[in-house]
């Protein structure tokens, strides 16, 4: 039998103990089909290195795929390679900005624009140099 957290809250039912998130350890605990499919959590002390993987979590056939994914990017590892490809590609970004900024002509030539400014601009200018070509 099956109980909702307010029903488990609520029943006299020997079984209502173990969907207590007091009795998980002090952890909070997440519903992930049934009272059973729950294994014991562990707070993790110190830095989160010591202690077994296993003891902090559900086996992995038992996580959906979205909690996978979730876990996976938590990491630091995932968090810093994945900051450092957005740096790379706002870098590039940037750089082709730049390169079309030095084609366009403005008054003075080197007159700082923002991105938006850059893109009209070379709007205009391709439809000046379409205008150009079809007289």
Do not use: W
């Not at 990491?75 to 490809?85: L, N």
């Amino acid at each position: 039998m099956m109980l909702s957290p307010d029903q488990a809250a609520d029943s006299d039912h020997p079984s209502s103990a173990h969907s207590d998130p007091e009795s998980l350890g002090g952890a909070e605990a997440k519903v992930l089909g049934s009272v059973s499919d729950l294994e014991p959590v562990e707070e993790a002390e110190g830095d989160g290195k010591g202690g077994s993987r296993a003891a902090l979590y559900p086996h992995p056939q038992q996580l959906s795929r979205e909690e996978k994914r979730r876990r996976r990017r938590a990491t630091a590892k995932y968090r810093s390679a994945h900051a450092t490809r957005e740096r790379i590609r706002v870098e590039a970004f940037n750089l082709a900005f730049a390169e079309l900024r030095k084609l366009l002509p403005t008054l003075p030539p080197d007159k700082k624009l923002s991105k938006i400014e850059i893109l009209r601009l070379a709007i205009c200018y391709i439809s000046y140099l379409n205008h150009v070509l079809d007289v």
